[in-house]
């Protein structure tokens, strides 16, 4: 288990009748670095490390996508601290990363503290093709991958059928260069970031986790990112 802690949450916000608590992001807002990005890259480095089929699932058949997020990614890491050069970035805890366009995927989980996950239409649902999930929160990506919005949500109670037809509603709807961002809150036993399977709940319950998750759509692609940011702080 790993203490890795903010000092603080993201900031509440009041909301939007399309998704509960879904407001508009700025374009460029859609990557934080916050006080626990030097420990949560650690933590992502040693994952991918080591339990790479775990977190990480990028076939070459979402690889386009893949480099137009991380191309995404890099027009905004100047302004959040890091130098970039034709190959190589260094982050802001001073680590060198190479750029690697052929895994571009591994390469912003080398870079961001965001899980990023590349949804595409197929049908009439967007299909979860490709992600690097380092923080998943009750969650296995083995279990999720190529599967429509719908059964990636099937353990979630509150999650009907009403839900559903508004959330695929705003993965259509959501315009490029006008991203979405939501957040939840939940009470957590323990602060470990990598939860892939729920944990009984108890009456000590003493850290508070929320997901700042960001909806866009990139141009070339038409594909949808979903990037979650994921804060604990103690409660």
Partial sequence: MSLILQSSLPQAHAGDPRLPGTMPCDPYAWLHVDDAYAAQMSLRAQLIGTRKDAVLYEPESVRVAGQEVLDAALGI???????????????????????????????L???????????????????????????????????????PLTCIHDPVDEYDDNIARRVQRLFDG?????????????????????????????DDMPFIRSERQCILRLPRTDAVIFAIHTYIVRG
């Fill in 109 to 147: 989980g080398h870079l961001v503290q965001e899980d990023i996950c590349i949804l595409q239409k197929q049908g009439a649902e967007h299909v979860l093709t490709g992600a690097v999930l380092c923080f998943p929160a009750n969650w296995r990506l083995a279990e999720k991958i190529n599967r």
């Fill in 77 to 107: 890491l100047p302004d959040l601290g890091f130098d970039l050069s034709d190959d190589a970035v260094i982050c802001p805890d001073g680590r060198p990363v190479h750029i690697d366009r052929d895994a571009p995927l591994h390469t």
């Fill in 174 to 202: 959501v315009r490029v260069g006008r991203p979405l961002w939501r957040f939840n809150k939940l009470s957590y036993t323990d602060p470990d970031l990598h939860q892939p399977r729920k944990r009984a709940a108890t």
